[in-house]
């Protein structure tokens, strides 16, 4: 299919997670207008795309359940739609549910929302946190371990009181249901992404060629061989470990990282990576990949896109 099949000709792919069925859902900022934000947010399968927007709201991040995607607005607006089962553009405008959080809007602007333990948790400037409970936006205890506020950037947890946010000012915090606390990685470089491994230990990317392992008081940092390199997303698959920067990906086996063999790679936009039931998704700008392995495959480029 086209791209301008899909989305706005100057859409640009903020995020995306990959679903059931070789499905993704997209958030997508449109234009570079700030007085007149505009935006797509966009389903896209097996010869079903659809997409619509929501107007005054910048979309920065998405993720989803078994059922549903949830959209999250730099503002602090969070829009719920149903992506299992639909197969029109009328079902997936039907299916629309919007919650505002004033606060968030007030506060200062959000960045990640993630899907934990069934329950969209957003978080943003000065330490917010938020999660969508009993149909609104409730506030958890803010991420207060720093002396200043800190802006987190991505977070990850197998429940609701086993969370881990990373901000970029290079804290990594752990959330028992009650309090934030430090978790003192070693190394205080801006962190910009955190995945929870299935071993139980959480990967870290971040700026200055920052790569971590580890949960609780033991971390240790992966020697990624070059110190300027900035990681903007990391993912894991199949027992592997991806980073990404914006001129490709490196993939960890255990032993080391190395890069990952990218055909085209300085005509593609590289930095933010999702896992997948069948391997780990890269949603950039303009640019879809799928890796399977140490085999990428891109799915979108500029002006066409062929979902595998």
Not at 74 to 92: I, K, N, T, Y
Not at 149 to 156: E, N, P, R
Not at 297 to 304: C, H, I, K, Q, W
């Amino acid at each position: 299919m086209k791209l301008e099949a899909v989305l706005s000709p100057e859409a640009f792919i903020q995020e995306g997670v990959a679903l059931a069925d070789g499905c993704v859902a997209l958030a997508c900022t449109v234009g570079d207008d700030d007085d007149r934000q505009r935006n797509d947010l966009a389903l896209v399968g097996d010869g079903f795309a659809a997409r619509f927007g929501i107007s005054g709201e910048a979309f920065v991040s998405i993720d989803a359940d078994h059922e549903n995607a949830y959209a999250l607005g730099e503002r602090g607006v969070v829009v719920q739609f149903r992506w299992r089962g639909v197969d029109s553009l009328e079902g997936l405008k039907a299916s629309r549910k919007l919650y505002r959080n004033p606060a968030a809007a007030e506060r200062g602007p959000l960045r990640r929302l993630r899907v934990i333990d069934g329950t969209p948790v957003c978080v943003g400037a000065f330490g917010q946190v938020y999660a969508l409970r009993r149909g609104a936006l409730e506030a958890m205890p803010f991420v207060d371990v720093y002396p200043d506020a800190v802006t987190l950037k991505d977070i990850a947890g197998a429940r609701l009181d086993d969370m881990v946010a990373v901000s970029q000012h290079g804290v990594a915090a752990h959330f028992d249901g009650h309090a934030w606390r430090d978790l003192a990685v070693p190394d205080n470089a801006k962190l910009s992404s955190i995945a929870l491994l299935d071993d139980g230990r959480y990967a870290i990317a971040g700026a200055g060629g920052v790569v971590l392992l580890g949960a609780g008081a033991r971390w240790e940092r992966l020697d990624v061989g070059d110190p300027e390199r900035d990681y903007y997303g990391v993912a894991a698959h199949g027992g592997l470990i991806y980073a990404a920067h914006l001129g490709g990906v490196d993939v960890y086996d255990g032993q080391r990282l190395e890069p990952l063999p990218i055909d085209g790679e300085g005509d593609l936009e590289l930095a933010f990576l999702r896992p997948g039931e069948s391997g780990v998704w890269s949603f950039c700008g303009t640019t879809i990949g799928h890796i399977h392995g140490r085999s990428w495959t891109t799915v979108l480029s500029g002006a066409s896109a062929a979902l595998p």
